[in-house]
């Protein structure tokens, strides 16, 4: 396997940082603690009101004055954490290049991203079994990626399990990397730790081989994480319904994420990372 | 029936476990992991729950390929069928004028109809009753025997008149077959008639020059060489096509000759001529094309967007009609509007040619992009054109400063892709901009499309003459002369220099011929056009 951190993701996580010099470093981020609340906060700025925004963050003089709504914007003087929940489960590690090879990539740079910006990092690996652990300061880079590499394996399960945890985590905004194949479970597990004022992210990444599946012929086919098989012949209209399923997955992350008020970005597992990770910084940006 | 090898039915032996075999290969399952069973439950053509040494039923493919062995085991024994008799061959040989046309070797193609006639023969049992009909005249059946048709057949004559080979198409007799013989093949041919086609009427006089030049408010001079190929004198009626037809008259042409015809029509989107076939030979032609300099018409339905609407106004040259098509009107040039396949795809429809149209270009917003399309981080802002390798591209500035593709061109027309969580792609800045510069690219399609059609190959080609082709120069119009393929060109391959100046003055068909001669004498001939210097 090709090595998931190695000297090349740490020349290209140069981009990412900068990106951040100018954001999430200065207090700007996602992380910022930017929600409506008033209490115990600076005020920074006035931004438009949202249904759901809390009446008493309301501007009321601005709105006597410029006749719309507008709430108030306070930055939390102390730095909110970042909860990273990467799926390694078995599905994961098909494709190529494998899914979870740009899935960890992108887990790692926003989580050292984060790092260096000061704030800490709850990271939950769903593989065989959950590994979780807090991360606080630079010098733990090493030990995050460390548990981002954790072998693939295990089942949806355990995924459900990682996302879970995130409920009791205190984060101030959350990144689910995951190819949602088992999306009913991981969907509802979602649902289950959203907060108010705390954005998340779904980051889901698909292969090739599942958007523009290339079999032919006789074949049995075997579920790489449950060990199911189907046994078939693969015809044009298997493929083409295959890969409209696959498409259709990509429109129900991005319908639940709407739904839920998240961010969603979707990756194919050939996709640069640099500009995965890129795109979701601004998608967790846009979220605030 | 008889087999002529009968002891090729052995190789059923060998070839029923070859074919066993492949099957069984074929059918020996190949295990392929996937990231979730769920993307492929349903969909696989088999029952899943059958056990995996189980021998499946045949399935039709495997029948048609066992069909097609047998076939072919049979096919080499050589079956035969020998009319006993019975059965009536029906031979219908076309004599109308085009087959006195010299085909290949010089030979007529009644002659080289009569040959492969001649061949059906060879075979038949002596008592086999013939029908020889010799249409358009003498249509009606000759009854005679095998030998009397193969006494009568090479002394048939071509004739004087035309002929519709719809009226002398009918099935064979009950039990018989039948042969056509004719250079003109219709579209519906009875089962059982077998055809022998020896090469369609239009390739005995056809253009095989035309040339366009456009002049700022003096119109466009169209020019274009008409050649007689047959071996008879033909006339045809001239019309010279620009905003309406206009008649030009009628022209003779002897064997081999060539007439060269000119004139200058109104600023339109499609000039050229046409000419009709008055005589036996029946065959039309015509040379078009859009001088790249007329001002298209664009009709646009009533859903377009304004942003659209805007960039249609600032293209130019182009005349904007609103509203749903009108009956017994002059079709528009471009159509603006949605595409039928789909609510989210929008198209322009260019239609230069008159019932030729080509998507000129297309809108997706669905996935999946193509490779070189990458939207990710693309967000609305400023979009432009940047010419890459002599085509336009469209720019799109990503979140991250680096422009990035978001159109590509292919076979049909411009693809402009967007991503499909934006919401005001109508109001996108480079929705103008991809319109505008689609319009630019329909009118350089219209301007560089057109034909000519050649007749057959030229008996006489001038030495070093070989070709007839596209040239252009910087701030010309261009021209556009395209054989429609080298199979139904008349002039064969290669390249030629010598220059042939269009006649000048010639107009109508008094002059032309003694213009063309003067000025193909003056140069050393040659068939390689150029645009006309002013």
Same mark, same amino acid.
Not at chain 1, 213 to 234: C, F, I, K, M, N
Not at chain 2, 398 to 427: C, M
Not at chain 2, 463 to 471: K, L, N, P, T
């Given at each position: 396997?090709?090595?998931?951190?190695?000297?090349?993701?740490?020349?290209?996580?140069?981009?990412?940082?900068?990106?951040?010099?100018?954001?999430?470093?200065?207090?700007?981020?996602?992380?910022?603690?930017?929600?409506?609340?008033?209490?115990?906060?600076?005020?920074?700025?006035?931004?438009?009101?949202?249904?759901?925004?809390?009446?008493?963050?309301?501007?009321?003089?601005?709105?006597?004055?410029?006749?719309?709504?507008? *709430?108030?914007?306070? @930055?939390? /003087?102390? #730095?909110? !954490?970042? =909860?990273?929940? &990467?799926?390694?489960?078995?599905?994961? %590690?098909?494709?190529?290049?494998?899914?979870?090879?740009?899935?960890?990539?992108?887990?790692?740079?926003?989580?050292?991203?984060?790092?260096?910006?000061?704030?800490?990092?709850?990271?939950?690996?769903?593989?065989?079994? *959950?590994?979780?652990? @807090?991360? /606080?300061? #630079?010098? !733990?880079? =090493?030990?995050? &990626?460390?548990?981002?590499?954790?072998? %693939?394996?295990?089942?949806?399960?355990?995924?459900?399990?990682?996302?879970?945890?995130?409920?009791?985590?205190?984060?101030?905004?959350?990144?689910?990397?995951?190819?949602?194949?088992?999306?009913?479970?991981?969907?509802?597990?979602?649902?289950?730790?959203?907060?108010?004022?705390?954005?998340?992210?779904?980051?889901?990444?698909?292969?090739?081989?599942?958007?523009?599946?290339?079999?032919?012929?006789?074949?049995?086919?075997?579920?790489?994480?449950?060990?199911?098989?189907?046994?078939?012949?693969?015809?044009?209209?298997?493929?083409?319904?295959?890969?409209?399923?696959?498409?259709?997955?990509?429109?129900?992350?991005?319908?639940?994420?709407?739904?839920?008020?998240?961010?969603?970005?979707?990756?194919?597992?050939?996709?640069?990372?640099?500009?995965?990770?890129?795109?979701?910084?601004?998608?967790?940006?846009?979220?605030? | 029936?008889?087999?002529?090898?009968?002891?090729?039915?052995?190789?059923?032996?060998?070839?029923?476990?070859?074919?066993?075999?492949?099957?069984?290969?074929?059918?020996?399952?190949?295990?392929?992991?996937?990231?979730?069973?769920?993307?492929?439950?349903?969909?696989?053509?088999?029952?899943?729950?059958?056990?995996?040494?189980?021998?499946?039923?045949?399935?039709?493919?495997?029948?048609?390929?066992?069909?097609?062995?047998?076939?072919?085991?049979?096919?080499?024994?050589?079956?035969?069928?020998?009319?006993?008799?019975?059965?009536?061959?029906?031979?219908?040989?076309?004599?109308?004028?085009?087959?006195?046309?010299?085909?290949?070797?010089?030979?007529?193609?009644?002659?080289?109809?009569?040959?492969?006639?001649?061949?059906?023969?060879?075979?038949?049992?002596?008592?086999?009753?013939?029908?020889?009909?010799?249409?358009?005249?003498?249509?009606?059946?000759?009854?005679?025997?095998?030998?009397?048709?193969?006494?009568?057949?090479?002394?048939?004559?071509?004739?004087?008149?035309?002929?519709?080979?719809?009226?002398?198409?009918?099935?064979?007799?009950?039990?018989?077959?039948?042969?056509?013989?004719?250079?003109?093949?219709?579209?519906?041919?009875?089962?059982?008639?077998?055809?022998?086609?020896?090469?369609?009427?239009?390739?005995?006089?056809?253009?095989?020059?035309?040339?366009?030049?456009?002049?700022?408010?003096?119109?466009?001079?169209?020019?274009?060489?008409?050649?007689?190929?047959?071996?008879?004198?033909?006339?045809?009626?001239?019309?010279?096509?620009?905003?309406?037809?206009?008649?030009?008259?009628?022209?003779?042409?002897?064997?081999?000759?060539?007439?060269?015809?000119?004139?200058?029509?109104?600023?339109?989107?499609?000039?050229?001529?046409?000419?009709?076939?008055?005589?036996?030979?029946?065959?039309?032609?015509?040379?078009?094309?859009?001088?790249?300099?007329?001002?298209?018409?664009?009709?646009?339905?009533?859903?377009?967007?304004?942003?659209?609407?805007?960039?249609?106004?600032?293209?130019?040259?182009?005349?904007?009609?609103?509203?749903?098509?009108?009956?017994?009107?002059?079709?528009?040039?471009?159509?603006?509007?949605?595409?039928?396949?789909?609510?989210?795809?929008?198209?322009?429809?260019?239609?230069?040619?008159?019932?030729?149209?080509?998507?000129?270009?297309?809108?997706?917003?669905?996935?999946?992009?193509?490779?070189?399309?990458?939207?990710?981080?693309?967000?609305?802002?400023?979009?432009?054109?940047?010419?890459?390798?002599?085509?336009?591209?469209?720019?799109?500035?990503?979140?991250?400063?680096?422009?990035?593709?978001?159109?590509?061109?292919?076979?049909?027309?411009?693809?402009?892709?967007?991503?499909?969580?934006?919401?005001?792609?109508?109001?996108?800045?480079?929705?103008?901009?991809?319109?505008?510069?689609?319009?630019?690219?329909?009118?350089?399609?219209?301007?560089?499309?057109?034909?000519?059609?050649?007749?057959?190959?030229?008996?006489?080609?001038?030495?070093?003459?070989?070709?007839?082709?596209?040239?252009?120069?910087?701030?010309?119009?261009?021209?556009?002369?395209?054989?429609?393929?080298?199979?139904?060109?008349?002039?064969?391959?290669?390249?030629?220099?010598?220059?042939?100046?269009?006649?000048?003055?010639?107009?109508?068909?008094?002059?032309?011929?003694?213009?063309?001669?003067?000025?193909?004498?003056?140069?050393?001939?040659?068939?390689?056009?150029?645009?006309?210097?002013?």
């Amino acid at each position: 396997m090709e090595e998931v951190f190695g000297e090349e993701f740490f020349r290209r996580l140069a981009r990412v940082r900068l990106r951040l010099a100018t954001g999430w470093e200065r207090g700007a981020g996602p992380l910022a603690g930017a929600g409506a609340s008033p209490r115990g906060v600076e005020f920074r700025d006035h931004r438009p009101y949202a249904p759901g925004d809390d009446l008493r963050s309301v501007d009321w003089h601005a709105l006597g004055r410029l006749g719309r709504p507008f *709430v108030k914007v306070f @930055r939390d /003087e102390s #730095r909110g !954490s970042l =909860g990273i929940v &990467l799926d390694a489960t078995a599905s994961m %590690a098909f494709g190529v290049p494998r899914k979870d090879l740009v899935a960890r990539r992108v887990a790692g740079a926003l989580g050292l991203a984060a790092l260096a910006a000061g704030s800490p990092v709850s990271a939950a690996v769903a593989a065989e079994r *959950v590994g979780r652990r @807090r991360f /606080e300061g #630079r010098a !733990s880079a =090493g030990a995050l &990626l460390a548990l981002l590499s954790a072998q %693939a394996g295990g089942r949806a399960e355990v995924l459900v399990e990682a996302i879970e945890g995130l409920g009791s985590a205190p984060t101030s905004a959350f990144l689910v990397v995951s190819d949602f194949l088992d999306r009913d479970p991981v969907f509802r597990a979602v649902e289950r730790v959203l907060r108010p004022g705390r954005p998340g992210l779904l980051v889901q990444v698909q292969s090739r081989e599942e958007l523009e599946p290339d079999l032919s012929g006789r074949v049995r086919l075997l579920d790489a994480e449950t060990g199911e098989t189907l046994e078939g012949t693969v015809d044009e209209e298997a493929l083409r319904r295959s890969a409209a399923r696959a498409r259709g997955l990509e429109e129900e992350v991005r319908g639940f994420a709407l739904r839920r008020r998240l961010g969603s970005v979707f990756v194919r597992s050939d996709r640069d990372f640099e500009d995965a990770s890129l795109e979701a910084l601004t998608r967790l940006e846009a979220l605030r | 029936m008889t087999l002529a090898s009968p002891a090729a039915l052995l190789l059923l032996l060998l070839a029923l476990p070859l074919l066993l075999l492949l099957e069984a290969l074929r059918r020996r399952l190949s295990v392929r992991p996937v990231a979730s069973a769920d993307l492929w439950r349903g969909l696989l053509r088999r029952p899943e729950g059958r056990s995996p040494g189980a021998l499946a039923p045949l399935d039709l493919s495997a029948g048609l390929r066992a069909g097609a062995l047998l076939l072919g085991v049979f096919g080499m024994a050589g079956p035969s069928v020998r009319s006993s008799g019975g059965g009536t061959l029906r031979i219908v040989v076309d004599r109308s004028a085009s087959m006195a046309a010299r085909a290949s070797g010089g030979r007529s193609r009644l002659s080289l109809g009569v040959e492969g006639a001649l061949r059906a023969l060879e075979g038949l049992p002596g008592a086999t009753p013939v029908l020889l009909e010799r249409p358009p005249i003498d249509p009606g059946p000759l009854v005679t025997d095998l030998a009397e048709a193969r006494r009568v057949l090479p002394a048939l004559e071509p004739t004087d008149a035309p002929l519709d080979p719809r009226s002398v198409l009918a099935p064979p007799p009950e039990g018989g077959e039948a042969l056509f013989v004719t250079d003109h093949v219709p579209e519906f041919v009875p089962l059982g008639v077998r055809v022998l086609a020896l090469g369609p009427p239009a390739e005995n006089c056809g253009f095989v020059a035309f040339e366009v030049e456009g002049t700022a408010g003096r119109g466009i001079a169209i020019w274009a060489l008409l050649r007689n190929f047959s071996e008879r004198t033909v006339e045809r009626e001239v019309v010279a096509v620009g905003p309406h037809e206009v008649p030009l008259g009628r022209v003779a042409l002897g064997p081999g000759e060539a007439r060269a015809l000119s004139a200058r029509v109104e600023a339109a989107p499609v000039v050229g001529f046409r000419c009709l076939g008055t005589d036996a030979l029946a065959a039309d032609d015509a040379v078009l094309s859009s001088p790249g300099t007329a001002r298209l018409r664009a009709r646009v339905g009533p859903e377009v967007p304004g942003a659209v609407l805007r960039a249609l106004a600032a293209a130019g040259d182009l005349e904007i009609v609103e509203g749903p098509p009108e009956v017994g009107v002059d079709p528009p040039d471009l159509e603006v509007g949605r595409s039928e396949e789909g609510s989210a795809r929008w198209r322009i429809v260019l239609d230069a040619l008159r019932g030729e149209p080509f998507e000129a270009t297309g809108i997706r917003f669905l996935p999946p992009l193509p490779e070189e399309i990458d939207l990710s981080g693309v967000r609305t802002g400023p979009v432009r054109g940047a010419p890459e390798g002599g085509r336009p591209i469209l720019l799109a500035r990503a979140a991250d400063g680096a422009q990035r593709p978001i159109a590509v061109e292919d076979e049909r027309g411009w693809t402009l892709y967007f991503d499909p969580s934006a919401g005001n792609w109508r109001e996108h800045p480079s929705f103008p901009v991809f319109f505008a510069v689609a319009v630019e690219r329909a009118r350089d399609r219209a301007g560089r499309f057109g034909f000519a059609r050649a007749g057959e190959r030229l008996p006489d080609l001038p030495s070093g003459a070989g070709r007839v082709g596209v040239f252009e120069r910087p701030g010309r119009p261009p021209l556009c002369v395209n054989l429609l393929s080298p199979e139904e060109s008349s002039l064969p391959g290669g390249t030629a220099e010598p220059d042939l100046p269009a006649p000048r003055g010639a107009r109508g068909s008094a002059l032309a011929p003694l213009a063309f001669l003067l000025a193909a004498a003056g140069v050393g001939v040659s068939l390689l056009l150029e645009a006309r210097r002013g």
